[in-house]
């Protein structure tokens, strides 16, 4: 797959925040370029995920664990809203940085604008 895409972060009621703090739309992107998910939500976090390590995504819906980035044992939230989400599994678990640390990547729950094109662009 060689789809080139940008898909932007939702941000919700804390938006405004979140670009104070460097975390904002200008600094946070999810980019889809030559079968390589990239992700980075402002200095917080960055992860270049293969597309072959990609083995499924998931809409969802429901309560999170909070607004940014969070995460624990390969389980991470890079979220500016509550609404929007998909959740990507990753296999084998990839890299990801989070306030500059190495942490392993198993599965990266987004909050986007549009999770369907995401979806869909990924094909899982």
């Known amino acids: 797959m060689a789809t080139n895409a940008t ?10 925040l979140l670009s104070l703090l460097g975390m904002g739309p200008s600094f946070s992107r999810v980019e889809l370029e030559n079968d390589l998910l990239r992700v980075r939500m402002g200095w917080a976090f960055r992860a270049r995920v293969p597309v072959h390590h990609i083995t499924g995504t998931q809409l969802r819906s429901g309560l999170v664990g909070g607004i940014g980035v969070h995460g624990w044992r390969g389980r991470w939230l890079v979220n500016g809203a509550t609404t929007g989400l998909v959740a990507i599994t990753v296999d084998p678990p990839d890299r990801a940085w989070v306030l500059g640390f ?4 198993r599965e990266l729950t987004l909050s986007l604008e549009d999770p369907d094109a995401l979806v869909a662009a990924l094909g899982r």
């Open 7 to 16: 898909f932007r972060f939702s941000f919700g009621f804390f938006g405004p």
């Open 102 to 105: 190495p942490v392993k990547l």
